[in-house]
């Protein structure tokens, strides 16, 4: 039965907590009740659920799972849940969500759950008169394609649209493109999709005199964005000898490097896909879906360029936006068997795919927030080196409290190896 809503993602201290301390704490403030956070202790996946998932299987590999404090989405609190093994990034996200709050929280939309399957039509001899015969049967084909998942159709999903294109240039010559265009409501879709264009294929041939060869989506989700956008007051952005403005334009010349040259772009996109992948991962979606559409979209213009851009506004506050396909679904597939993505969708309070989509865009805002203030200011390594000492002291051999201190002691030497971190367990 649902307790109530998260008040509040401000819980403050909670990185110093045990990890005992921070499932009492969310117990406490949120929906949650303990057994909601029992599959967090296993990693939620049985062996013998892994078993029926892929071929092969021999085990089940884990990842850490934390929560990003802070965030407010339309002006909502959640709690987001990360799936991932880099450090920095949940404490990068959480300050950020800290820092947006102050110039009121996110705001993010999610577009119609729109995805497009894609059918390669090959041998026709007339393609213009092909177009048309499409075209012309469009709604019986529409029809058709609208059939094929019930269920979505029960919630409002189905066929949309068909559009068809000539790719006049590749290595066979010319041929058609038929993309059927199909709304998943809350699912990821790809199944549906692949369904659906298996099953037009044969009325498309039959139409055409054509041969349809690949039926299957396309991960160029662009139908299916997600936006998201943040304010930050130039005050809030000073910090030790850091004005607002130095931060606010030292981050506007790091945006413009990424928009300028597709090498920055490159990592700083993978900046936000640091935030946005741990979501995906964390509840079950395929984040290689995610990683294919991101950086098919930041190529979009014909060269690769930022996802995210970031301004100054009239009274010279720091405006951050960001658009990228968001193809995540919240049932059906690893979403719906995997029980540490179930517990991660409760933990967020979120009803439909849209708010999941709004939720992951907003971290990925914010995580490329946290990467380009770092480098714009004292560089990256500083909060990345005592975190990765913590990494570097755990593998050479390190436990409980002694992790603390031979990650600090690594820090203040400025020496962050395993072979050093070896003799400081020793002299200990
Ligand atoms: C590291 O995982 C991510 C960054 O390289 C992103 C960036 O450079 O913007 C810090």
Same mark, same amino acid.
């Given at each position: 039965?649902?307790?109530?809503?998260?008040?509040?993602?401000?819980?403050?201290?909670?990185?110093?907590?045990?990890?005992?301390?921070?499932?009492?704490?969310?117990?406490?403030?949120?929906?949650?009740?303990?057994?909601?956070?029992? *599959?967090?202790?296993?990693?939620?996946?049985?062996?013998?659920?892994?078993?029926?998932?892929?071929?092969?299987?021999?085990?089940?590999?884990?990842? *850490?799972?934390?929560?990003?404090?802070?965030?407010?989405?339309?002006?909502?609190?959640?709690?987001?849940?990360?799936?991932?093994?880099?450090?920095?990034?949940?404490?990068?996200?959480?300050?950020?969500?800290?820092?947006?709050?102050?110039?009121?929280?996110?705001?993010?939309?999610?577009?119609?759950?729109?995805?497009?399957?894609?059918?390669?039509?090959?041998?026709?001899?007339?393609?213009? $008169?092909?177009?048309?015969?499409?075209?012309?049967?469009?709604?019986?084909?529409?029809?058709?394609?609208?059939?094929?998942?019930?269920?979505?159709?029960?919630?409002?999903?189905?066929?949309?649209?068909?559009?068809?294109?000539?790719?006049?240039?590749? *290595?066979?010559?010319?041929?058609?493109?038929?993309?059927?265009?199909?709304?998943?409501?809350?699912?990821?879709?790809?199944?549906?999709?692949?369904?659906?264009?298996?099953?037009?294929?044969?009325?498309?041939?039959?139409?055409?005199?054509?041969?349809?060869?690949?039926?299957?989506?396309?991960?160029?989700?662009?139908?299916?964005?997600?936006?998201?956008?943040?304010?930050?007051?130039?005050?809030?952005?000073?910090?030790?000898?850091?004005?607002?403005?130095?931060?606010?334009?030292?981050?506007?010349?790091?945006?413009?490097?990424?928009?300028?040259? *597709?090498?920055?772009?490159?990592?700083?996109?993978?900046?936000?896909?640091?935030?946005?992948?741990?979501?995906?991962?964390?509840?079950?979606?395929?984040?290689? $879906?995610?990683?294919?559409?991101?950086?098919?979209?930041?190529?979009?213009?014909?060269?690769?360029?930022?996802?995210?851009?970031?301004?100054?506004?009239?009274?010279?506050?720091?405006?951050?936006?960001?658009?990228?396909?968001?193809?995540?679904?919240?049932?059906?597939? $690893?979403?719906?068997?995997?029980?540490?993505?179930?517990?991660?969708?409760?933990?967020?309070?979120?009803?439909?795919?849209?708010?999941?989509?709004?939720?992951?865009?907003?971290?990925?805002?914010?995580?490329?927030?946290?990467?380009?203030?770092?480098?714009?200011?004292?560089?990256?390594?500083?909060?990345?080196?005592?975190?990765?000492?913590?990494?570097?002291?755990?593998?050479?051999?390190?436990?409980?409290?002694?992790?603390?201190?031979?990650?600090?002691?690594?820090?203040?030497?400025?020496?962050?190896?395993?072979?050093?971190?070896?003799?400081?367990?020793?002299?200990?």
């Amino acid at each position: 039965m649902r307790k109530y809503n998260l008040k509040t993602s401000r819980f403050s201290g909670f990185y110093n907590l045990t990890l005992d301390e921070r499932r009492e704490q969310l117990v406490t403030h949120s929906h949650l009740s303990p057994e909601d956070l029992l *599959p967090f202790n296993t990693g939620g996946l049985s062996s013998s659920d892994a078993d029926h998932m892929i071929e092969n299987v021999i085990g089940i590999h884990s990842l *850490p799972l934390g929560v990003a404090l802070n965030f407010q989405i339309n002006e909502k609190d959640v709690l987001v849940p990360f799936a991932i093994e880099e450090p920095s990034v949940v404490a990068g996200a959480s300050f950020m969500a800290k820092l947006v709050r102050t110039g009121g929280g996110f705001q993010a939309k999610a577009s119609a759950p729109e995805m497009i399957g894609q059918m390669q039509v090959l041998d026709l001899e007339n393609l213009d $008169a092909a177009i048309g015969i499409i075209n012309q049967h469009s709604p019986e084909l529409l029809a058709e394609a609208d059939e094929v998942d019930p269920i979505l159709k029960k919630f409002g999903g189905g066929a949309r649209e068909l559009q068809v294109r000539i790719i006049e240039e590749s *290595p066979i010559g010319a041929f058609l493109v038929v993309h059927l265009i199909y709304d998943v409501r809350d699912a990821m879709g790809a199944n549906a999709v692949n369904t659906a264009c298996e099953t037009l294929a044969p009325r498309i041939e039959a139409l055409t005199g054509g041969r349809v060869h690949l039926r299957i989506l396309s991960n160029l989700a662009d139908r299916r964005l997600a936006r998201a956008n943040c304010m930050i007051p130039v005050d809030e952005l000073a910090f030790e000898k850091y004005t607002g403005e130095q931060v606010r334009d030292g981050i506007l010349e790091a945006y413009a490097f990424a928009a300028a040259d *597709p090498y920055r772009a490159a990592t700083h996109n993978k900046g936000i896909m640091n935030g946005v992948d741990a979501v995906v991962i964390a509840t079950g979606n395929d984040w290689r $879906a995610i990683e294919a559409g991101a950086h098919a979209y930041a190529a979009r213009s014909g060269k690769y360029t930022s996802l995210s851009t970031w301004e100054a506004d009239s009274d010279g506050n720091l405006v951050g936006k960001l658009e990228m396909p968001m193809a995540v679904g919240i049932v059906g597939g $690893a979403t719906k068997v995997h029980p540490a993505a179930q517990a991660a969708i409760k933990l967020m309070d979120i009803k439909s795919a849209s708010e999941l989509a709004e939720i992951i865009v907003s971290v990925g805002l914010a995580q490329n927030l946290a990467a380009i203030r770092a480098l714009a200011t004292e560089g990256i390594q500083r909060g990345h080196m005592s975190l990765h000492a913590r990494q570097v002291a755990i593998a050479a051999g390190a436990e409980g409290d002694l992790i603390e201190k031979v990650a600090a002691q690594m820090v203040s030497e400025k020496v962050v190896r395993i072979d050093r971190a070896e003799k400081i367990i020793k002299s200990m």
